[in-house]
């Protein structure tokens, strides 16, 4: 009974955190790709016709930040299955 | 009875985590895709014949901050079910 | 039965540290590649004929916080099993 109470408030726990550290992970993409597309929407009004360059590299770039984020929230899932 | 109290106060939890953390997830998309559109805008002022690059730069670089945020969301969901 | 509970309590905790260990990494990589992103956009700009060496230089400093931030995340993801 006791037991029961207790391993029910770390799920209610266990959730919580994976709720706040999935969403703390889209303010680090936000952030980031935020950053990252801004600069290349100046790129390209200052140098259109390095606008393929700018996109090339703009993805690989913002793909790295992608990887991380998408890699954490994954992480918060996996705390409700184990 | 004490079981079903502490049940249904887990549960209260679980549901105010997931409102913090679908809310933000919100802020890190606004702040991620409010640059990019804020940089396109000025940078469309700009360069007015660059809209068709700007447009479409700005559309997939917008789309993989909404990618990581609505995942978050939908992390942010799954714990009512789980 | 007491010590039962204190373990499970334990697992708790350790789930909330790894989202939010996990999470905070990300919002540390963001930050940094975004930072790196949006100075090569603007220096592609800058000098268009110069892409390939910042792209180089972008990868390669780029790795150096992904490569930090993946190892902080698989840290966060080995408090399950241990």
Same mark, same amino acid.
């Given at each position: 009974?006791?037991?029961?109470?207790?391993? /029910?408030?770390? #799920?209610?726990?266990?959730?919580? @955190? +994976?709720?706040?550290? /999935?969403?703390?992970?889209?303010?680090?993409?936000? &952030?980031?790709?935020?950053?990252?597309? +801004?600069? +290349?929407?100046?790129?390209?009004?200052?140098?259109? =016709? /390095?606008?393929? #360059?700018?996109?090339?590299?703009? &993805?690989?770039?913002?793909?790295?930040? =992608? @990887?991380?984020?998408?890699?954490?929230?994954?992480?918060?899932?996996?705390?409700?299955?184990?």
């Amino acid at each position: 009974m006791m037991l029961a109470m207790i391993l /029910a408030a770390i #799920d209610g726990l266990l959730g919580i @955190g +994976a709720c706040f550290g /999935a969403a703390i992970a889209a303010i680090g993409a936000g &952030i980031g790709i935020g950053k990252i597309g +801004a600069a +290349a929407m100046e790129a390209i009004a200052r140098q259109p =016709e /390095a606008t393929g #360059d700018i996109r090339s590299n703009m &993805i690989v770039i913002a793909a790295l930040i =992608e @990887g991380v984020a998408l890699f954490a929230v994954i992480v918060c899932v996996l705390s409700f299955f184990l």
